[in-house]
């Protein structure tokens, strides 16, 4: 059984920043990828950004050179550091994680973490 706790929402103006966290705890034996996704009101969950347990990146156009992504692989934790937010950031953030459990690799999702960019 493996668990994504995630955290570090909440209302920031806009211009802001804020740091999400999501640690995996449970009977882990690989950690593929990390990475945070998002739903807006009305809209489909879209992908942020994520992250490779051997470092590679990958960010959606509209946050780049805004946020970062990184993992510490030692506490399984993925972080996304979110810089000059804006109203359109608004929405509830997931953490995701591709990890090897015993004889199978599942996709994970945790709980989520809502985010309000408003003045």
């Known amino acids: 059984q493996v668990q994504l706790v995630d955290a570090g929402g909440g209302l920031v103006q806009p211009g802001g920043s804020l740091r999400l966290s999501c640690a995996a705890a449970?009977?882990?034996?690989?950690?593929?990828?990390m990475g945070w996704y998002r739903q807006a009101p009305g809209k489909q969950r879209e992908l942020v950004a994520d992250?490779?347990?051997?470092?590679?990146?990958t960010y959606a156009d509209s946050v780049k050179d805004r946020f970062t992504i990184s993992m510490d692989n030692a506490k399984n934790t993925v972080y996304l550091e979110m810089d000059s937010l804006k109203p359109e950031d608004t929405a509830v953030y997931y953490c995701?994680?591709?990890?090897?459990?015993?004889?199978?690799?599942?996709?994970?999702w945790g709980q989520g973490t809502r985010v309000t960019v408003s003045s």
């Open positions: 449970g009977s882990i034996f690989v950690i593929y990828t």
């Open positions: 992250v490779t347990s051997g470092g590679i990146t």
């Open positions: 995701n994680a591709i990890i090897r459990v015993a004889l199978a690799t599942r996709n994970y």
